[in-house]
Nanobody, 126 residues
Framework: VQLQASGGGLVQAGGSLRLSCVAS????????VGWFRQPPGKERDFVAG????????NAADSVKGRFTISRDNTVNTVYLQMNNLQPEDTAVYYC????????????????????WGQGTQVTVSS
């Protein structure tokens, strides 16, 4: 399974972007998925996650109320809607999946994720 993240770009503070993570294989629809981000010179951190069914979501405190994760399993895609973006949201954003079929668990740990996309750059100007 290969993951392709897209939708990043340059946006002014207060703006919005929607990231997409498309998988090459249909088994993706049965895996929990997370979005992570890595600012320059810093570690990769959890942003938001969603269970395989979409029934459960989780988000980092820093993005709660601004970012929303969702998925459309009919097209093997997970989205991250990002509103009210701020300069501190600037990072490379990665989508990742845990190869655990039908799992409702949402891990915040990088090491738990088996599959990773290539990343998409999000830059927020002040």
């Amino acid at each position: 399974v290969q993951l392709q993240a897209s939708g990043g770009g340059l946006v002014q503070a207060g703006g919005s972007l929607r990231l997409s993570c498309v998988a090459s294989d249909r088994t993706f629809r049965f895996y929990p998925v997370g979005w992570f981000r890595q600012p320059p010179g810093k570690e990769r951190d959890f942003v938001a996650g969603i269970s395989w069914s979409g029934g459960r979501t989780n988000a980092a405190d820093s993005v709660k109320g601004r970012f929303t994760i969702s998925r459309d399993n009919t097209v093997n895609t997970v989205y991250l809607q990002m509103n009210n973006l701020q300069p501190e949201d600037t990072a490379v954003y990665y989508c990742a999946a845990v190869r655990s079929l039908y799992s409702d668990l949402i891990s915040r740990t990088v090491k738990e994720y088996d599959l990773w996309g290539q990343g998409t750059q999000v830059t927020v100007s002040s």
